[in-house]
């Protein structure tokens, strides 16, 4: 029997979902973004008997699609779908409806719930790649990270789970580089013991600390948002740092990408008072795009003529919120 997993690319939770599941059922596995889902899922291999599918949240556009994808593989094999993104209680029947095994909680972070569906088949040190993303994605509070966290000393998991954040960062433009670390960790390999990660991780360290310089001079302030266009592959950073370089309540990072997108990444603090995932889907679609995700972390792509439009959009919105 071979399992295939497909987990997503661009963060340190999707690639310790994809390396728990490699560690618990072996097998093979893709990384993936959530544009690219539903071709990934026509492309498994022949050989699988059965798949799982982590940390890829589907959006309104596609999401009839994904579930005639689900629906068709369930029919062929046992398939397990683990997420953490917004879904709505219909959304999610309509998952349980094709037969597939759904893992969803909005409460942890995808890495968890892979954990903690795999864990009779997971070695002791699986414990920590469930809590590197966690942290990374914001979401050590929950109970389960909680009671994980403290069993452990903090400073080793953040030590470790900001260098393979970094390290990513730095070379996601290369598939190579997140498939490498995904075989890594599923050997339980710290990320401190996998070649160069460590300077990786101070390389891209040093990038942050000059993008919070570059954000200040190139952001631009619009209402309770600010926003700015980079070449970054961690965009998720950008935003971030839009938060406090303009004590805003939304930070919007964008990048244009061939075909005439822009893709976003949106992060937001908890004085917005909207919930990212579900508006950014919405207002997405309104302008020719998807997108989805948390409460307040949350990604979108949109034609790149679209951008002024999903900007006013956001704010339009917060000022009602």
Do not use: W
């Given at each position: ?7 997503h690319i661009k ?180 990320p401190h013991s ?126 009602a919120a």
């Open positions: 029997m071979a399992h295939h997993c497909i987990s963060d340190v939770d999707g690639l310790s979902s994809a390396a728990l599941v490699l560690a618990a059922q072996g097998g093979t596995f893709r990384l993936t973004d959530y544009d690219d889902l539903l071709r990934e899922i026509d492309a498994i291999p022949a050989a699988a008997t059965s798949v799982t599918l982590c940390d890829l949240g589907t959006n309104a556009s596609n999401f009839p699609e994904f579930v005639a994808r689900l629906a068709a593989l369930a029919k062929r094999m046992p398939v397990t779908y683990i997420d953490h993104h917004y879904l709505t209680e219909e959304a999610k029947q309509q998952i349980v409806k094709t037969g597939v095994d759904i893992r969803h909680d909005v409460r942890d972070c995808a890495s968890m719930l892979t954990y903690l569906t795999y864990k009779e088949s997971l070695p002791e040190g699986a414990r920590l790649l469930a809590l590197y993303g966690a942290v990374t994605d914001y979401m050590d509070t929950s109970a389960n990270a909680s009671q994980l966290m403290e069993t452990f000393d903090r400073q080793f998991v953040l030590l470790e789970c900001t260098m393979l954040a970094y390290a990513l960062a730095k070379n996601g433009r290369d598939y190579a580089y997140p498939e490498m670390l995904v075989e890594e960790l599923s050997l339980m390999k710290a996998i070649d160069n990660v460590g300077q990786e991780a101070l390389e891209q360290a040093e990038v942050v600390r000059n993008l919070a310089d570059e954000v200040r001079s190139k952001g631009t302030r619009l209402g309770k948002l600010a926003y700015m266009k980079t070449s970054e592959s961690a965009t998720g950073n950008v935003a971030k740092l839009l938060l406090g370089a303009f004590g805003v309540t939304l930070g919007v990072a964008y990048k244009e990408k061939a075909g005439g997108v822009a893709e976003f990444s949106l992060r937001s603090t908890s004085q917005s008072g909207i919930h990212l995932g579900k508006e950014i889907g919405m207002i997405s679609q309104k302008h020719g795009g998807s997108g989805g995700g948390h409460d307040k972390a949350a990604g979108c792509s949109v034609p790149a003529s679209e951008v002024q439009g999903l900007l006013r959009d956001l704010e339009a919105r917060l000022e």
